[in-house]
């Protein structure tokens, strides 16, 4: 447990549901408005969600 009285299980689902959100808005910024940097934003956001995905299920990148 972490001092929040959560768990490293907890913690890991957070951060799944936070990327999911993160990676939603992203795909629709840059979908309204198409740019480098949107698109940049966009790709972070699917390189964080990938990452959040693996902790969950347990599978190194």
Known sequence: MNHEG???KDDAFLEL???RYEYRLAMRRYGE?????TRLDWMRAQRR???AVSEQLNIPL
């Open 49 to 51: 969600l990938a990452i």
């Open 17 to 19: 549901e936070r990327a």
């Open 6 to 8: 959560s768990t490293m």
């Open 33 to 37: 408005a198409p740019s480098q940097a």
